[in-house]
C-alpha cells in the first residue's frame, strides 16, 4: 500500500483528495492535517466523507508525515508549500504540491505575479510540472510534482496539440474561461458570498491574473518561443466546473476533419482527454465530479478563425484528480486507478 498524507485537508481541494483517496484501492492514508489550533474528525468537517473514513485532522506535524507517509499531498494556499516541502522532501517524502509554489520556472515571475519573494528558488529546477498528458515520464521519476493550476489545466489542455504545428498565430492566443466558485477556495470574502455571486457573471483580474505566466511558459515550452496570451477569467455561479473558450487565428487552409485528427493524435494515450466529435461542444455537466478533460474544435472557415473548447471540474481534474493520476505514475499504478 501507499501511505499518504494531506495537508490542508479541510480546504475545498483537501476534501476532494480525501475523498478520492479513501476509495483508492492501492492507497492507506496515515494523516490529515489544516491550520486548525483544535483537531477535528474529518468527516464531522465533511459529513460526506462519513463512512468512508473516520480520521481526526490536526495542526501539521512533518516529522510525524515523514514517519508514516511515502508521499504527501499539499493542498495549501500559495507561500505556504514552501515552507513544508523541503523538510519532507529531505525527510525521503515525495511531495505533491497542488499550490503554485514550484510551477514557475523563474522566482522572479513568481514574486511578480504572486507578490513575494520565493524561499527555495533552488528547488524549483527539480520539479516537475504534473500535467501527465505531457511530462508522464518525467513525473514518474519526480519526487517533487508541481500540480497545475485549474485554468492552466483547462488551456494548456486545450491548446497542447497546436503548439510549435505552424497551424495557429502563437503570437494571438485569446482565452475566455469561466470558473465555479469553488475555484477560489474556502476562505470566506466579500465578493464570494452567495448574494454576490448567484444570477451574476463577472470577469476579474482581466490580464492580470495569475495563472496567465504558467499558461504562457508551458505553451512556450511546447511551441520553443515566448507565448504571451489574452486570458480573461470570468466567474459564473456554479460550485464547480471550468469551461474555456480559446479563439485562434489559422495561418494555412485546414479542414476541421484534420485539426481533429491532430488532437485525437496528440491525446491517444491521454486516458483523460477526451476529443469531441466533430460538431460536439464540451459541456461541464459532463465532467463534473471525474477527471476528464473534454475538448471541442470547430474550424470557421469563412473568417480563418480556430475555435477550441474544453471543460473540467477545476478540483478534480483540475486539482485532486489529477494529483492524485501524479502519484498513480510516480508510483507505478495503472494511471487511472482510484479516479473516474
Ligand atoms: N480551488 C481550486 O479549484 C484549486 C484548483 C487548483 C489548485 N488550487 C490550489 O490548491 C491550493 C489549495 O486550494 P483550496 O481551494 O483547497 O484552498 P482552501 O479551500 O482555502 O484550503 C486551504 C487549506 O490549507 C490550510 N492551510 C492554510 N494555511 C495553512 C498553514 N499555514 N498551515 C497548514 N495548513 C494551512 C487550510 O486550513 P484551515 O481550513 O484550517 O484554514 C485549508 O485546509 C491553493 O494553492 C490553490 O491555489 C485550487
Not at 133 to 146: D, F, G, M, P, Q
Not at 173 to 194: H, P, Q, R
Request: overall charge negative; charged content about 25%; some cysteine.
Amino acid at each position: 500500500m501507499i501511505t499518504v498524507s494531506i495537508v490542508g485537508a479541510t480546504g475545498y481541494t483537501g476534501h476532494d483528495l480525501v475523498k478520492i483517496l479513501s476509495g483508492h484501492p492501492s492507497v492507506k492514508i496515515v494523516d490529515l492535517s489544516a491550520k486548525l489550533e483544535v483537531p477535528v474528525m474529518i468527516e464531522d468537517e465533511y459529513p460526506d466523507l462519513a463512512g468512508s473514513i473516520s480520521m481526526v485532522c490536526g495542526h501539521p506535524d512533518t516529522g510525524r508525515v515523514i514517519e508514516k507517509s511515502d508521499i504527501a499531498f499539499l493542498a495549501l494556499p500559495h507561500t505556504v508549500s514552501m515552507k513544508y516541502a523541503p523538510e519532507l522532501l529531505d525527510g525521503g517524502v515525495k511531495v505533491i504540491d497542488l499550490s503554485a509554489d514550484f510551477r514557475l520556472e523563474s522566482p522572479r515571475l513568481f514574486k511578480e505575479w504572486y507578490g513575494e519573494d520565493h524561499t527555495k528558488p533552488e528547488l524549483i529546477d527539480s520539479a516537475v510540472y504534473g500535467m501527465p498528458e505531457l511530462n508522464r515520464e518525467r513525473i514518474a521519476k519526480s519526487s517533487l510534482v508541481a500540480n497545475p493550476g485549474c485554468y492552466p489545466t483547462a488551456a494548456i489542455l486545450a491548446l497542447a496539440p497546436l503548439m510549435g504545428e505552424g497551424l495557429v498565430d502563437e503570437t494571438r492566443i485569446i482565452i475566455d474561461a469561466k470558473s465555479g466558485v469553488t475555484g477560489a477556495g474556502k476562505k470566506a470574502s466579500l465578493e464570494l458570498l452567495f448574494a454576490e455571486c448567484n444570477e451574476s457573471v463577472r470577469s476579474y483580474k482581466v490580464g492580470s491574473h495569475q495563472h496567465t505566466p504558467e499558461i504562457d511558459q508551458e505553451l512556450g515550452r511546447l511551441a520553443g518561443r515566448e507565448i504571451g496570451v489574452i486570458f480573461t477569467p470570468t466567474l459564473v455561479p456554479v460550485n464547480r466546473g471550468i469551461l474555456c473558450s480559446c479563439y485562434l487565428k489559422l495561418v494555412k487552409d485546414i479542414p476541421g476533419e484534420d485539426v481533429l485528427a491532430i488532437y485525437r493524435r496528440f491525446y491517444s494515450g491521454a486516458p483523460f482527454v477526451r476529443v469531441l466529435k466533430r460538431g460536439e461542444w464540451p459541456d461541464t455537466k459532463y465532467v463534473t465530479n471525474t477527471n476528464y478533460c473534454d475538448i471541442g474544435i470547430g474550424v470557421l472557415k469563412d473568417k480563418k478563425e480556430l475555435v477550441v473548447v474544453s471543460a473540467i471540474d477545476n478540483l478534480v481534474k483540475g486539482a485532486a484528480g489529477q494529483a492524485v493520476q501524479n502519484m498513480n505514475i510516480m508510483c507505478g499504478c495503472d494511471e487511472k486507478e482510484g479516479l473516474v
